[in-house]
RNA sequence: UGACCCAUGGUGUAAUGGUAACACAGCAGAUUUUGGUUCUGUUAUUCUAGGUUCGAGUCCUGGUGGGUCAACCA
């Protein structure tokens, strides 16, 4: 039996497009290079692509560059590997600088059309003229200049002949519109500047809704997608390609993601970098790709949570656990399970003989049987994680306490005896017996314990540094504040924690990227920075605790 | 106060005029050498008032609430 799959709403349009008679898709990634991608471009990656793929149609990267003062090379070579790293090809790579010439040649057609006309105002003119949302605006005394001259004026703007600011072209629309962008927007303005890829060729650069839509239409862009916030500009990406007569790209609209506890525009992403709130663009606690990359997040994972959070038109603010999820659920299956104690505690087996030790297989995943097994080395003074004990513990603590009973994970059980404690009366070590007849799940007398925890050899033990992250800012909104206030007052101050952990010794050799589970601990990744023999790992998620839920209740 | 967009459990997303469902979160239990994983069960939903219809989450009208738009940004 199939079951009918679910479409979202962008699939229905293509699918109503296919059945009367439109099957090519053609869809576009359209950044402009002058950030970072973040998460929330990761969703309209995955859309564009993924829709292209599903209706085997094509898909092109087209750099948005029209203002050469925000845009550099920086951002299109990240932007380029991004995508890449996220499991996708363009078939095209594009740049509406690539246009810039059509363009121009459209904007004379529309001049001579007597659509468009050179305004001389200055930028404050135009902006008290334009009205308010309930006002309408006024004509520019210039708005009925001859085709002639307007040709005249706008060969001299490219020319070089005027200073930014000086002059302008603009549609000639109605500056009493309803709709604030149809009033005789901005075509073209002077700035004398040097673009990224056109140098000084020119002085005069497109307005975006001049841009895209003629670019959608140059590319044969089918469906045109992008997020809410253009829905307004949607009359004039339209009125552009019908008073041009060109191929009719259409726009659709889709919500833009939202999650909880950060921060999504690129203003404060930038922010964040250049006030130094954060170490990069990369910085593990960031949103963005980059960041969540080097945080140990994998491809699949945003895949799947794009996929997840699917997509409609009603404003979202996704739960950050979500995306969690979606990678622990990928993590799970794939990653190697190690041993490392985050806060050590030694404990001494005063029944296990000095200088000996042993070698004890463990397995690298219990989700993979193919992932094998690996020989750890057991001795007698281990490490535990300082909470795995507690000398009065609460109802339904399993772990260890004085004269209890744990399992160390793959090996034997273990009682406590004694804690020894220092000068100040904090634990020092503890001191505890094993069963030698305890190995592979057994005891010398069929009893049975709950608890299991994680070790390491403190002989064998490598000493390696471990970021623990935890959300960049403490209110789910951290854009909502009260007057007065900023973004950043919501920082979490603990976002950042660094630990010197005791791991077991494979881990010294780890190679930066490579992803382990730390039993118990959570998932980690071999940092960027990080180098065979000195290795830096990054918290990329907990598991989920249900312990730390019981633990609150008491 | 203008135009446009939106409104379904806590959070998202479906239901295409005919039994309101799925995922995450929550809760309860089973399994488990990770308090992980897996499995089972379970709580909880159509903004509001009218109208059309045998029948409305869906269509229509009004209201309410949220969002977008007044950069020579994209």
Redesign the pocket.
């Given at each position: 039996m199939e079951t009918p799959e679910?479409?979202?709403?962008l699939e229905?349009i293509i699918e109503d497009s296919i059945r009367s008679g439109q099957p090519r898709v053609h869809t576009r990634f359209?950044?402009?290079p002058?950030g970072y991608l973040h998460i929330g471009h990761a969703k309209s990656i995955c859309l564009n692509f993924g829709l292209a793929r599903k209706y085997n149609g094509k898909c092109n990267l087209r750099f948005?560059d029209?203002?050469p003062v925000?845009e550099d090379v920086e951002y299109v070579d990240s932007i380029k590997e991004d995508i890449q790293w996220l499991g996708f090809q363009w078939d095209g790579e594009y740049y509406?600088s690539d246009y810039f010439d059509q363009l121009y040649d459209w904007a004379v057609e529309l001049i001579r059309k007597g659509k468009a006309y050179v305004d001389d105002?200055?930028?404050e003119e135009?902006?008290t003229t334009?009205?308010?949302?309930?006002q309408a605006g006024t004509n520019s005394p210039w708005r009925d200049r001859s085709v002639e001259e307007n040709l005249d004026l706008f060969a001299r703007m490219r020319a070089g002949e005027f200073k930014?600011?000086?002059?302008?072209l603009r549609a000639k629309i109605d500056m009493a519109h309803?709709?604030?962008?149809m009033r005789d927007p901005?075509m073209y303005?002077?700035?004398h500047a040097s673009h990224h890829r056109t140098g000084d060729r020119w002085c005069i650069?497109?307005?975006?809704?001049y841009?895209?839509g003629e670019s959608d239409s140059i590319e044969r862009i089918t469906h045109s997608i992008c997020t809410?916030?253009?829905?307004?500009?949607r009359p004039l990406y339209d009125w552009f390609i019908n008073e041009l007569g060109i191929f009719p790209s259409h726009q659709y609209?889709f919500?833009r993601l939202?999650i909880n506890y950060t921060v999504m525009s690129k203003r404060k992403l930038l922010q964040l970098v250049q006030q130094g709130y954060v170490s990069g663009w990369d910085d593990p606690r960031m949103p963005t790709i980059c960041g969540l990359r080097r945080r140990g997040y994998t491809p699949s994972s945003i895949r799947l949570f794009a996929e997840?959070?699917?997509?409609?038109?009603?404003?979202?603010?996704?739960?950050l656990?979500?995306l969690e999820?979606c990678l622990?659920?990928d993590l799970?299956k794939t990653a190697l399970?190690r041993m490392a104690v985050l806060n050590p505690l030694k404990v001494v087996i005063t029944n296990f003989p000095e200088g000996q030790t042993e070698w004890i297989e463990c397995v690298n995943?219990?989700?993979d049987p193919e992932a094998g097994t690996r020989q750890v080395p057991f001795s007698r003074e281990v490490y535990i994680e300082q909470e795995d004990f507690m000398e009065e513990p609460p109802k339904?603590?399993?772990?260890l306490a004085p004269g209890g009973e744990v399992?160390?994970?793959?090996?034997y059980l273990i009682k406590c005896n004694e804690v020894v404690k220092d000068a100040d009366g904090r634990i020092a070590e503890l001191r505890c017996t094993y069963d030698p007849q305890s190995?592979?799940?057994?005891s010398s007398d069929g009893r049975k314990v709950k608890?299991?925890?994680?070790w390491v050899s403190a002989p064998h033990a490598a000493e390696v540094e471990v970021r623990l992250f935890d959300r960049l800012f403490a209110a789910e909104a951290p854009d909502e504040t009260p007057e007065g206030g900023t973004f950043l007052d919501n920082l979490n101050p603990d976002s950042l924690k660094v630990v010197r952990a005791q791991a077991e010794p494979s881990l010294a050799e780890a190679a930066a990227g490579q992803r382990f589970?730390f039993?118990?601990m959570g998932y980690f990744c071999a940092d960027l920075d990080s180098q065979p023999g000195k290795p830096l790992f990054n918290r990329t998620t907990t598991?989920?605790?249900?312990?730390?839920?019981?633990a609150d209740k008491n």
């Open positions: 679910k479409l979202n709403f229905e359209p950044p402009e002058n948005d029209t203002n925000k509406a105002q200055s930028q135009i902006r334009r009205g308010t949302v309930t930014e600011g000086e002059k302008v309803p709709n604030m962008l901005l303005r002077i700035i650069y497109p307005m975006y809704d841009a895209h809410l916030e253009f829905d307004v500009h609209e919500a939202n997840k959070v699917g997509v409609a038109k009603r404003d979202n603010i996704i739960d656990g979500l999820w622990r659920e799970n399970r995943n219990p989700e339904k603590f399993f772990r399992r160390l994970r793959y090996g190995a592979h799940g057994e608890g299991i925890i994680h589970q039993e118990r598991l989920k605790d249900s312990w730390a839920k019981i």
